[in-house]
T-cell receptor
């Protein structure tokens, strides 16, 4: 069964450093997403991406964040200058459909980011 | 905010018993989804119910939707220890891309 994969599983970085989190969505999916979950809190939407551009983003997704689909398979989230409060589990997801008809999203196992 | 909010926050039952979790949301929706998250893992999609549906079944799962009350329930019948996880309801944003999750119900099923 196809699945979303994410690397690395755990990333430790120093405050102010840049990090890139990587995801390989399911191959026939067209819509890609990043979410984060701070420890003990609910899952929060960051950004969605379709047709090589951002389709929606949340208030969390400020200028420090960017997304890219550098090739036909990878989908990346970059944090330019990490802050302590960026420490969280970051989930990538993909879906075949979007919109009101229902977008069942398939989630990866997550990357735990720890900013020291 | 359209976020679903689940209750109870935590639920502890014994194997074989049924578990019922509830979700409330604030604005009109096209569909509502339930996800499961095992500790430290990603979310797994369980079931999607559309706004014109009132009830849906999938194996031991039964979901109901009451759009007049803006609420949904997830029933897990004949629970197993492996059902131990957090359960979240999610609604789509107005644009249809983002999923807005509630805080979840933490379910513990003891043998």
């Amino acid at each position: 069964e196809p699945e979303v994969t994410q690397t690395p599983s755990h990333q430790v970085t120093q405050m102010g450093q840049e990090v890139i989190l990587r995801c390989v969505p399911i191959s026939n999916h067209l819509y890609f997403y990043w979410y984060r979950q701070i420890l003990g809190q609910k899952v929060e939407f960051l950004v969605s991406f379709y047709n090589n551009e951002i389709s929606e983003k949340s208030e969390i997704f400020d200028d420090q964040f960017s997304v890219e689909r550098p090739d036909g398979s990878n989908f990346t989230l970059k944090i330019r200058s990490t802050k302590l409060e960026d420490s969280a589990m970051y989930f990538c997801a993909s879906s075949r459909l979007a919109g009101g008809i229902g977008n069942e999203q398939f989630f990866g196992p997550g990357t735990r980011l720890t900013v020291l | 905010s359209q976020q679903g909010e689940e209750d109870p926050q935590a639920l502890s039952i014994q194997e074989g018993e049924n578990a019922t979790m509830n979700c409330s949301y604030k604005t009109s929706i096209n569909n509502l989804q339930w996800y499961r998250q095992n500790s430290g893992r990603g979310l797994v999609h369980l079931i999607l119910i559309r706004s014109n549906e009132r009830e849906k079944h999938s194996g031991r799962l039964r979901v109901t939707l009451d759009t007049s009350k803006k609420s949904s329930s997830l029933l897990i019948t004949a629970s197993r220890a492996a059902d131990t996880a957090s359960y979240f309801c999610a609604t789509n944003s107005n644009s249809g891309y983002a999923l807005n999750f509630g805080k979840g119900t933490s379910l513990l099923v003891t043998p």
